[in-house]
Antibody, heavy 120, light 109 residues
């Protein structure tokens, strides 16, 4: 059974750095064909893709947020970590990690999401 | 960057009716790389369709996907009460590799 679970702070202050962890089970982060993406959703708004790390450790980022994002993984711990610097209130929202089938580019399993609020 | 435009923004229908949702892309997208998701309030999105027309595991056959090039469609043949939700299309390509549409809300008329 494939599961993903996000963890991290629920509240961060403006200008701080957010660090989120996605812990996966039911598959290995070294599996060929499987990668992990981070997606966020401001309250009442649409989904926004942030970053992706592939099975061979290739990394890609949202064009508009590239300068603020870093994605990495620890295969032995089954964890993918996303950091976002210089947080702003507009970054408030639910952050999801999801497994991607890289043969088709679809996100076939999602975590439950974690709500992050940016406020002083 | 490939922009995905979904229409209509909101679809008001009754249970039992047919729903047709559109996703138009700003550049040609391979049919292999077009997916659809359903999201209900307070829940994570759920994969419905991948490869433009293949149903994900456990998805009822009232959901179908079609299209190619820049025009893709999600059809729900007969709406069930649990189908009222927001639907997103998503493409996988190059730089950046993933983009989502703005969503279509299917609401009870």
């Amino acid at each position: 059974q494939v599961t993903l679970k996000e963890s991290g702070p629920v509240l961060v202050k403006p200008t701080e750095t957010l660090t989120l962890t996605c812990t996966v089970s039911g598959f290995s982060l070294s599996n060929v064909r499987m990668g992990v993406s981070w997606i966020r959703q401001p309250p009442g708004k649409a989904l926004e893709w942030l970053a992706h790390i592939s099975s061979n450790d290739g990394k890609s980022y949202s064009t508009s947020l590239k300068s603020r994002l870093t994605i990495s993984k620890d295969t032995s711990k089954s964890q993918v970590v996303l950091t976002m610097t210089n947080m702003d209130p507009v970054d408030t929202g639910t952050y999801y990690c999801a497994r991607m089938d890289e043969w088709f580019g679809d996100l076939d399993h999602w975590g439950q999401g974690t709500l992050v609020t940016v406020s002083s | 960057e490939t922009v995905l435009t979904q229409s209509p923004g909101t679809l008001s229908l009754s249970p039992g009716e047919r729903a047709t949702l559109s996703c138009r892309t700003s550049q040609r997208v391979s049919s292999y790389y077009l997916a659809w998701y359903q999201q209900k309030p307070g829940q994570a999105p759920r994969l419905l369709i991948y490869g433009a027309s293949s149903r994900a595991t456990g998805i009822p056959d009232r959901f179908s996907g079609s299209g190619s090039g820049t025009d893709f469609t999600l059809t729900i043949s007969r709406l069930e009460p649990e189908d009222f939700a927001v639907y997103y299309c998503q493409q996988y390509g190059s730089s950046p590799p993933v983009t989502f549409g703005g969503g279509t809300r299917v609401e009870i008329k």
